[in-house]
């Protein structure tokens, strides 16, 4: 009879120490998921801050040129507000409309030779570039951490301890096909 209780404690013990690593793993995809969409809300936040300065700088040269610069001060906030609530689902339709803003006032900076040759338009312009980069590059780490999580927490036996301990999915951040098709600037200008 005394094998028997020990063998039960031992198996008993090795399952709770599996439980525990299982329930750690999952607990660490949870923080990696939400460090890598703190990255992507911290490089949103210094675009926010730069759009004006940029939108600002556009209005000293562009007098008759206000729909560029209404529709980036739309995306603006709209992207602003989709950041501050987490709504990934509303992020990327409105970074798109805030990418293809950004596209028609590059379009149209060509037009005047004055504002293109101005330095601070121009280390604006590179400033948003990069961080426009920096975005999509964050992006991808947070969909792969996204998938991680939401992988893990749907298999055998991780779904026990998730769904024991209410583990989520994430959101994955994507954009439409229509997203992410590059804007036809000829028809901008037609």
Request: hydrophobic share 45%; with cysteine.
């Amino acid at each position: 009879m005394d094998i028997v209780i020990y063998i039960f404690l031992i198996a008993t013990i090795i399952v709770l120490v599996y439980s525990i690593l299982i329930y750690n793993s999952l607990v660490d995809l949870k923080h990696s998921v939400s460090q890598a969409w703190s990255n992507i809300d911290i490089l949103l936040k210094q675009r926010h801050d730069e759009l004006p300065k940029l939108v600002e700088t556009c209005k000293q040269y562009m007098g008759f040129e206000q729909e560029a610069l209404k529709q980036i001060i739309s995306a603006r906030a709209r992207v602003a507000q989709a950041r501050e609530t987490g709504d990934i689902g509303a992020l990327g339709p409105a970074e798109n409309m805030l990418r293809t803003g950004l596209g028609n006032l590059f379009a149209v900076v060509e037009d005047y030779p004055e504002l293109k040759a101005n330095e601070k338009f121009q280390h604006l312009q590179a400033r948003i570039t990069q961080l426009e980069n920096s975005i999509a590059d964050r992006r991808e780490y947070y969909n792969e951490a996204a998938k991680i999580n939401n992988v893990r927490i749907e298999q055998f036996p991780d779904v026990i301890i998730a769904n024991w301990f209410s583990f989520k999915p994430r959101t994955l951040l994507e954009f439409s096909d229509a997203d992410k098709q590059d804007v036809d600037m000829r028809k901008l200008f037609s």
